[in-house]
């Protein structure tokens, strides 16, 4: 069983950048796909990016340009460079990671955008 964390979440004012960590507690090299998520309150969780194992990557209209989705397998962790930020992008973002058989989902992190 594989446990997903994810880390750097924060308060950060309008225009400025954070980059998020999922880090994995075991080898995520199986992990055909890996993405970020959030839900803002009220809302529905969405998908903000995906990640394929060849490194394919898919963004939210919403992000595209802004943030960067990346992993790194050899480290086994999975990161979300988040530039130009905006209020309507605080929310709890969330990791995911899925092999053949298996879903995996972080416990989240809270992203707040305010000045």
């Known amino acids: 069983q594989v446990q997903l964390v994810e880390s750097g979440g924060g308060l950060v004012q309008p225009g400025g950048s954070l980059r998020l960590s999922c880090a994995a507690s075991?080898?995520?090299?199986?992990?055909?796909?890996m993405g970020w998520y959030r839900q803002a309150p009220g809302k529905q969780r969405e998908l903000v990016a995906t990640i394929t194992s060849g490194g394919r990557t898919r963004y939210a209209d919403s992000v595209k340009v802004r943030f960067t989705i990346s992993r790194d397998n050899t480290k086994n962790t999975m990161y979300l460079q988040m530039n130009s930020l905006k209020p309507e992008d605080t929310a709890v973002y969330y990791c995911?990671?899925?092999?053949?058989?298996?879903?995996?989902w972080g416990q989240g992190t809270q992203v707040t955008v305010s000045s």
């Open positions: 995911n990671g899925e092999t053949r058989t298996t879903t995996y």
């Open positions: 075991g080898s995520i090299a199986n992990f055909n796909f």
